[in-house]
């Protein structure tokens, strides 16, 4: 059963406007979230994460909103630029016995195509 | 030269041979994982490693080996592949202390013919 879901396999919008990705999790000990992003031809890369301590993280134009008693994330990009179309992939993770964080689940991506 | 290098870059194979994929780092992690990619699927990890001699399964295992033949080197084995086998396979690093997650590879590119 899929622990992180990103239920849009797609996503298009205007070069100027918000792009909102969202992902839901449903394993409550996830406590810590972090957005990937991955162009064709390249490994994914780090975008943007969240501890489950907080609600808002900002990072110059993404802002990732994490909603825990929806067990609910998403990802703002204002403005969307053409160059942020990509592949962007939620992942979660866990604390495990030791205190160390646990692998990053990710979901299944959701493909942004900015159009100018 | 890149922190997470993979060799190599595209590799096509013909039904039951045996193929490795190979990947090195230089970031000084000790934790490394192999991942593959299928359209609609995401990323599923196919194994993964906390030092040298800590390897686990992850939840496709079957069908792959690995070997972590030192702090920096971490390899995928196909026995014997098959066709859906082709996708496209990533090596990952992180560090056990930090919360910021992974630092992939450029990927493998495999077809399995």
């Known amino acids: 059963d899929q622990q992180v879901k990103q239920n849009s396999p797609s996503l298009s919008v205007q070069e100027g406007r918000i792009s909102i990705l969202n992902c839901d999790y449903t394993?409550?000990?996830?406590?810590?979230f972090l957005w990937y992003k991955k162009y064709p031809a390249e490994g994914p890369t780090f975008l943007i994460s969240?501890?489950?301590?907080?609600d808002k993280n900002e990072d110059g134009r993404f802002t990732v909103f994490l909603n825990k008693s929806a067990k609910h994330l998403s990802l703002h990009i204002v403005p969307s630029q053409p160059g942020d179309s990509a592949v962007y992939f939620c992942?979660?993770?866990?604390?495990?016995?030791?205190?160390?964080?646990?692998?990053?689940?990710f979901g299944k991506g959701t493909k942004l195509s900015v159009k100018p | 030269d890149a922190d997470v290098t993979q060799t190599p870059r595209n590799r096509i194979t013909k039904t039951g041979k045996r193929i490795m994929l190979e990947c090195s780092q230089t970031?000084?992690?000790?934790?490394m994982y192999w991942y593959r990619q299928d359209p609609g699927l995401g990323l599923r990890l196919i194994y993964y490693?906390?030092?040298?001699?800590?390897?686990n399964k992850g939840e496709i295992s079957d069908g792959y080996s690995v070997s972590r033949q030192a702090q920096a080197k971490f390899s995928l084995s196909l026995e014997s592949a098959i066709p859906n086998q082709t996708a496209l396979y990533f090596c990952?690093?992180?560090?056990?202390?930090?919360?910021?997650?992974?630092?992939f590879g450029s990927g493998t590119r495999l077809t399995v013919v």
């Open positions: 990952a690093t992180s560090q056990a202390s930090r919360v910021d997650g992974y630092t």
């Open positions: 394993n409550s000990m996830f406590d810590y």
């Open positions: 969240i501890s489950s301590i907080k």
């Open positions: 992942a979660a993770s866990a604390r495990v016995y030791g205190g160390s964080q646990g692998n990053l689940i």
């Open positions: 970031k000084g992690h000790d934790r």
């Open positions: 490693s906390f030092d040298v001699k800590d390897i």
